[in-house]
Nanobody, 120 residues
Framework: VQLVESGGGLVQAGGSLRLSCAASGSIFSINAMGWYRQAPGKQRELVATISSGGSTNYLDSVKGRFTISRDSAKNTVYLQMNSLKPEDTAVYYC???????????????WGPGTQVTVSS
C-alpha cells in the first residue's frame, strides 16, 4: 500500500492550501483516514480525521479553518486549509487505517509527508 501526498508549499499568512492524499495498492477497505503534522522540535499531532461514514474530528486550533473530506471510491483524502497561520508550518502526513483482506486487522499506513510553510 502506498500513500502519496500532494499540495504542500509556501503560502503567506491568511492564505489557503489544499492537500490531497491518494492510497493505492492491494487494498480491501479503508476505515478512518486522517492528517497529522509535525513541526521542527515538536511531536507529531493529529490535525483531522474522517471515518468511512464521514464523521470528522479536528484539532482545536484548526477548527473553523481546516476541512477534511474524502472520496472513498478513489481512496483519497483531502485537507482544505484556509486562513493559514505561521504556527501551521509543519510537515503534513496522511494516514489510512487499511485492511488488506476481509478478515485481516487494520494497519496504519503513512505517506512520506508534504511540507507546508506559512510566512508571516
Amino acid at each position: 500500500v502506498q500513500l502519496v501526498e500532494s499540495g504542500g508549499g509556501l503560502v503567506q499568512a491568511g492564505g489557503s492550501l489544499r492537500l490531497s492524499c491518494a492510497a493505492s495498492g492491494s487494498i480491501f477497505s479503508i476505515n478512518a483516514m486522517g492528517w497529522y503534522r509535525q513541526a521542527p522540535g515538536k511531536q507529531r499531532e493529529l490535525v483531522a480525521t474522517i471515518s468511512s461514514g464521514g464523521s470528522t474530528n479536528y484539532l482545536d486550533s484548526v477548527k473553523g479553518r481546516f476541512t477534511i473530506s474524502r472520496d472513498s471510491a478513489k481512496n483519497t483524502v483531502y485537507l482544505q486549509m484556509n486562513s493559514l497561520k505561521p504556527e501551521d508550518t509543519a510537515v503534513y502526513y496522511c494516514n489510512a487505517q487499511t485492511k488488506l483482506r476481509m478478515y485481516s486487522p487494520e494497519y496504519p499506513y503513512w505517506g512520506p509527508g508534504t511540507q507546508v510553510t506559512v510566512s508571516s
